[in-house]
């Protein structure tokens, strides 16, 4: 069975965004989903979160890039905030004093789509989560197979 992983904003941020860099690390993770090594998991959250700067700054090329990925993908499967995860988020967010509502909501559809883990750079969501966090790093595919 494949390993389902939620997928943070900043991993595609990194790979879409990162010009200076012919590699990076979102773009190592994406492949490897991309290969069948893991489902990415996101929440419609994540859309919304990547169409702004594009929007805002109108970057046709990077918004049109965007939307044909979730449009097309077959191996990131993206879910709605529903009532079940925004109960869950609200959990989440009593517990966890210092968890905005946006990534208490990632959290939670991670948790909801029974994720092993979240990717993510940001880290100080790594420890508030209350699910395994792997940090997006040099390592993170290496961490990613090790659930499997």
Request: proline share 3%; charged share 25%.
């Amino acid at each position: 069975m494949t390993v389902r992983i939620y997928l943070d904003s900043k991993v595609f941020i990194d790979a879409f965004e990162n010009d200076d860099v012919p590699v990076t690390r979102g773009r190592r993770v994406l492949e490897h989903v991309r290969n069948g090594g893991a489902i990415g998991v996101i929440s419609e959250l994540v859309v919304a979160e990547l169409l702004t700067k594009p929007l805002e700054t109108g970057d046709t090329e990077m918004y049109e890039a965007y939307v044909s990925l979730f449009h097309s993908s077959r191996t990131i499967e993206t879910y709605p905030i529903d009532q079940r995860v925004l109960v869950r988020a609200a959990r989440l967010r009593a517990a966890t004093k210092s968890l905005k509502m946006p990534d208490a909501i990632h959290a939670a559809t991670a948790q909801i789509q029974s994720c092993a883990a979240f990717v993510t750079a940001d880290r100080r969501l790594l420890s508030a989560l209350g699910i395994n966090a792997v940090p997006l790093d040099t390592s993170t595919v290496e961490n990613i197979r090790t659930l499997a």
